[in-house]
C-alpha cells in the first residue's frame, strides 16, 4: 500500500491510495488535470484509479467532480447527506456517479476495506475515513473542529495518519480575518489548530503509529515552520519520546508530497518536513 498527498490546504485536498495494479482517491478538491499531471508524474495512470472517497461537499474537497465523473467516468463514494449536499449546487457533476456508502460500517473498494466516520465541521455533514489493506491501516481526518470520541477510536487505528492542522492560534487571532471567521474557524465546527492537534498526538502515539502527516494547513494563518515547532514544544512538555521509527511528515498546499511506501522499513528518523515536495463490494 502506498500513500501520497496530491495537494492539502485551504486552496484544495486530494490524496492517493494504491499498490502495483490499482488505486483510489481521497478527495479531489483540485482540477482533474492537476490530478492526472500529478499522478502521471509518479508513473501511476489516472486508468487504474477505481474510485474517489469524499468528505464533504466544500469546493476544496471537491473541485474536480465534474470532470472525473463526466470525462473519466470515475465513480464516488460518500454518505446519502453528502450525496444531496454535492448534487444540489453543482448540478453538472454526474449524479449517477455517486454511489452511497454506510457510516461507520465496512465496504471494499478494489483492494481496499474502507469505513467511513464522522467527523464535526460546518458542512450538511463531513466524515474521516478508516482504510485497511495488507494489515496495514491508514486514517485521514481533516476538517474537524475538535476530535470527538467516535473520531479518536478510528485514529487511534492507524499506521498512517493523516490529520489536520489548521492554523496557528496566535496568527489567526491576530490577522485579518474577521471576527465571525475567526469564531467560525475556532469552533468545534470549524478546524483543528496547531496545539489542538499536537496535544492529541501527544496523548495517543504509540509504536504503532509509523507516520504522522499534519494536512490541511491555512494559507494566511499557518506555517511549516510554526507546526513542527509547535508539535516539537508539545511533545518536549508531555515528555513524549518518539522511537526512531516515526515520521512526520507537513503536507504542503500545492506540491505532491513523497510517496509513503509501507511495505519497506520505516526510516530511521524523528522529524521531516517536506516542503517541496459483511462488507459491501464495489467495482
Do not use: W
Not at 476530535?147 to 492554523?167: Q, R
Not at 467560525?184 to 489542538?196: E, P, T, V, W
Not at 515552520?225 to 514544544?233: A, D, P, Q, S
Amino acid at each position: 500500500m502506498n500513500f501520497c498527498s496530491l495537494s492539502s490546504g485551504s486552496s484544495g485536498n486530494c490524496y492517493y491510495l494504491g499498490n502495483k495494479s490499482k488505486g483510489i482517491l481521497i478527495d479531489a478538491g483540485i482540477s482533474a488535470t492537476s490530478i492526472r499531471k500529478f499522478l502521471y508524474d509518479r508513473d501511476i495512470s489516472l486508468d487504474s484509479i477505481r474510485g474517489i472517497l469524499i468528505t464533504h461537499n466544500h469546493i476544496d474537497h471537491i473541485r474536480g467532480l465534474e470532470l472525473l465523473t463526466r470525462k473519466y467516468s470515475l465513480p464516488v463514494f460518500t454518505t446519502c447527506k453528502i450525496r444531496n449536499s454535492i448534487l444540489l449546487p453543482h448540478k453538472k457533476i454526474s449524479s449517477a456517479a455517486i454511489r452511497e456508502i454506510p457510516l461507520m460500517e465496512k465496504f471494499r473498494l478494489a483492494d481496499f476495506d474502507i469505513e467511513a466516520f464522522p467527523v464535526s465541521h460546518d458542512a450538511p455533514e463531513t466524515i474521516g475515513f478508516n482504510i485497511t489493506a495488507s494489515g496495514r491501516e491508514i486514517t485521514i481526518a481533516t476538517d474537524l473542529g475538535y476530535i470527538s470520541d467516535t473520531a479518536a477510536s478510528y485514529i487511534k487505528k492507524a499506521n498512517v495518519l493523516v490529520i489536520e492542522s489548521n492554523y496557528d492560534e496566535q496568527m489567526l487571532i491576530n490577522g485579518k480575518y474577521p471576527y465571525y471567521l475567526k469564531t467560525r474557524i475556532k469552533s468545534d465546527y470549524g478546524h483543528l489548530g496547531n496545539h489542538q492537534a499536537s496535544e492529541f498526538l501527544a496523548e495517543i502515539i504509540s509504536d504503532n503509529l509509523t507516520h504522522i502527516c499534519l494536512a490541511h494547513l491555512s494559507k494566511n494563518n499557518n506555517t511549516p515552520e510554526i507546526v513542527l515547532e509547535t508539535i516539537k514544544k508539545v511533545f518536549a512538555k508531555k515528555k513524549v519520546n518518539l522511537n526512531g521509527r516515526q515520521k512526520i511528515t507537513v503536507l504542503n498546499r500545492n506540491v505532491p508530497s513523497e510517496m509513503i511506501c509501507l511495505s519497506e522499513q520505516n526510516p530511521p528518523i524523528n522529524l521531516v518536513l517536506f516542503q517541496e515536495l459483511e462488507k459491501r463490494e464495489y467495482h
